[in-house]
């Protein structure tokens, strides 16, 4: 089982910003496409975001769109979801995949 490992969240205020970080030892993650999903309590788990191997397609769920931002370092085999004007209701788990493998998931909690 291949392991990935999310990084980055944190509370934050409404409006504000943060950076989740995606990463692993194990393989090179610019192999796979790799997609985000989260979770908020009570709820199912929402795809976010996916972006293509070679970071040359990325997708978003309408919720996120032109708020969230993905993109891949390779330099650093890492991969990153930038969220920006957050919402309370973005408030969630968020974990990174490649569809079979996932990470252990960052808390974000969008709270004044």
């Known amino acids: 089982q291949l392991q990935l490992v999310e990084s980055g969240g944190g509370l934050v205020q409404p409006g504000g910003s943060l950076r989740l970080s995606c990463a692993t030892s194990?393989?090179?993650?610019?192999?796979?496409?790799i997609h985000w999903f989260r979770q908020a309590p009570g709820k199912e788990r929402e795809g976010v975001s996916c972006?293509?191997?070679?970071?040359?397609?990325?997708n978003y769920s309408d919720s996120v769109k032109g708020r969230f931002t993905v993109s891949r370092d390779n330099s650093k085999n890492t991969l990153y979801l930038h969220l920006n004007s957050l919402k309370p209701e973005d408030t969630a788990i968020y974990y990174c995949?490649?569809?079979?493998?996932w990470g252990q998931g960052t808390q974000v909690t969008v709270s004044s």
């Open positions: 995949s490649t569809g079979t493998d």
């Open positions: 194990q393989f090179t993650l610019d192999y796979y496409a």
């Open positions: 972006i293509s191997t070679g970071g040359g397609k990325t």
